[in-house]
């Protein structure tokens, strides 16, 4: 079994749900050959070189990524022809005999989509889905603090940062996976995601609902500690089409913290 | 866990600027100068062409309001919006948006409580608010960087050649993290990456927007990148795979542009000396749940 038969398997899957494969997408072969013979699958939130190396070692030498593996969302690499990094990841990639496929766009286009799935599942936050609301998940009163804790706990991640009063009251909770942490307004209490700039409606808000007296809350993840978890998801939904080879969840893990 | 936000903690800066724009000018006289009179001069003294279609303008008030006074800030954050009030100043100059997007309308929050509040305090207090961002961080030597090395304390250490890269008295990267947490006041906005005892020489300031391209670029001078936003797909990845021999410590957006108003207020002040000026810091946005 070669990489693009297990692409191939893909796109037929998602044709049999109604997907259509995109003419525009980033989703393609990011290194390595694509008729190279697949010994195992590991999918994971991002191609790190630390991920490659522990992929390598387990014996999965397909990689499929949610996330870039070159550092910029179109995985351009002219910029980086002479960078000693970027060489050095990619000579790995080939000497190990290891292929890098994305799986972004199209994943989020499934339903439910798995990398909101993962997120809900680590963050014990399932059981709570609004029936009627995307992205909503309505919990038992809690606090700020409380439900921040909580979280920090279930993830595991060193940077969990967090801006509101730890003393607000939660309900409503919306969260996205990624970059798609969901702007904040009076709609819910607590936005919860991976990542967001700090002029979007979100660490701001916060602070200026605090303010003025209605107070809301966020709470960062960070980009890994939100998506890694749905590409166990994603490994769990390989595995019902493709038999032939052992598919793998790895992690890449939280970078910061990271102490080597 | 790390303690959360205290109110006193937040307005340390504050507190200070406001002590010093009392202390400095002595019995003030009543203005006459128009805002539009203060955006000339800041055109004028500039050294740039002003940019069509500019994200910078005026986003609240009217250009004929006279000026009482000026604050400088990285975000016009209702906090500081009340405190630019407070101490008399109408004037407010932000880096960021005010009100949530680049647009400046709120996004789809017409109705929401937050936003009509906080354009209410923008009305009730007759403030004016003039975001001041482009054209302050197109200014060579890039005044953000510079202002981000001097709260460091490393004013003497900037390289010639290097932009951005400071080449200061060598440490370990566990010290630095400290040094750094304690002079730009850092909360639960601190994140870094890297072997605790990895020796370190040379810095590279990415104060605002840490990009890939400027990462790639400068990062082989040096040994820690010190990052205002990275993208965890773009820069931060980009370190960690550079191996043990390379670190990062981010402290954030606002926190990294904050000595950069300082130096704002500075700026402006040198051509308004009929008006106060200062800068008024918002603080770590972030406390840590870990």
């Known amino acids: 079994m070669t990489a693009q038969d297990v692409v191939t398997r893909i796109q037929q899957k998602l044709a049999a749900d109604g997907i259509a494969w995109r003419t525009t997408t980033v989703d393609t072969f990011k290194a390595g050959r694509p008729d190279g013979a697949v010994r195992g699958i590991a999918t994971t939130g991002m191609a790190t070189f630390d991920l490659l190396r522990r992929a390598s070692a387990a014996g999965r030498n397909f990689v499929i990524t949610h996330e870039p593996t070159f550092y910029n969302h179109l995985d351009q690499t002219e910029a980086l022809a002479s960078d000693p990094t970027y060489l050095a990841k990619l000579r790995f990639i080939e000497d190990q005999g290891m292929i890098v496929w994305r799986f972004h766009d199209h994943a989020h286009t499934l339903r439910p989509d798995p990398l909101v799935v993962g997120s809900a599942r680590t963050l014990g936050l399932t059981p709570f889905a609004s029936p009627t609301e995307r992205g909503i998940y309505v919990v038992p009163q809690t606090t700020l603090r409380a439900l921040a804790a909580d979280v920090a706990r279930r993830v595991g991640g060193h940077f969990i940062r967090v801006c509101g009063d730890p003393e607000m009251k939660v309900t409503r909770i919306a969260m996205g996976p990624g970059y798609g942490v969901p702007a904040l307004t009076q709609a819910v209490d607590v936005s919860i995601g991976g990542e967001a700039p700090e002029s979007g409606g979100h660490a701001e808000y916060a602070m200026d609902a605090q303010a003025l007296g209605r107070p809301r809350g966020v709470i960062l993840l960070g980009h890994m500690m939100s998506e890694d978890w749905g590409m166990r998801e994603v490994a769990d939904w390989l595995r019902a089409f493709v038999t032939e080879v052992p598919v793998e969840w790895i992690a890449a893990g939280e970078p910061f913290g990271r102490r080597t | ?290």
């Open chain 2, 1 to 290: 866990m790390a303690q959360p936000p205290s109110r006193r903690e937040f307005l340390w800066t504050a507190a200070s600027t406001v002590v010093a724009a009392t202390t400095r000018g002595g019995r003030p006289q009543p203005s006459t100068v128009t805002v539009g009179v203060v955006i000339a001069r800041l055109q004028e003294k500039l050294g740039l062409p002003w940019r069509e279609g500019s994200i910078d303008g005026l986003k609240a008030g009217t250009p004929d309001a006279i000026v009482t006074g000026i604050a400088t800030t990285v975000m016009a954050t209702a906090d500081v919006l009340r405190r630019a009030a407070a101490s008399g100043r109408n004037l407010v100059f932000t880096q960021e948006p005010t009100f949530f997007n680049a647009a400046e309308d709120g996004a789809n929050r017409a109705a929401d409580g937050v936003y009509l509040a906080k354009k209410a305090l923008v009305d009730e207090r007759h403030l004016v608010v003039w975001r001041f961002s482009e054209h302050w961080n197109a200014r060579k030597p890039n005044e953000s960087v510079g202002a981000l090395g001097n709260a460091l304390g490393w004013s003497a250490y900037r390289m010639a050649d290097g932009e951005a890269v400071y080449k200061i008295p060598e440490t370990r990267l566990d010290a630095l993290i400290q040094h750094v947490r304690t002079r730009l006041h850092l909360r639960g906005g601190l994140r870094w990456l890297g072997r605790p005892d990895m020796p370190v020489r040379t810095v590279l300031l990415s104060p605002g927007t840490t990009d890939l391209p400027s990462t790639v670029a400068r990062m082989p001078r040096a040994d820690v990148l010190i990052a205002g936003e990275p993208r965890e797909w773009e820069a931060v990845p980009y370190v960690l795979d550079a191996g043990p021999q390379k670190a990062i410590v981010s402290v954030g957006r606002i926190v990294s542009l904050e000595p950069g108003a300082g130096a704002c207020a500075a700026w402006i002040r040198s051509f308004t000396p009929e008006l106060s000026v200062d800068a008024m810091a918002v603080g770590d946005p972030y406390w840590s749940a870990s």
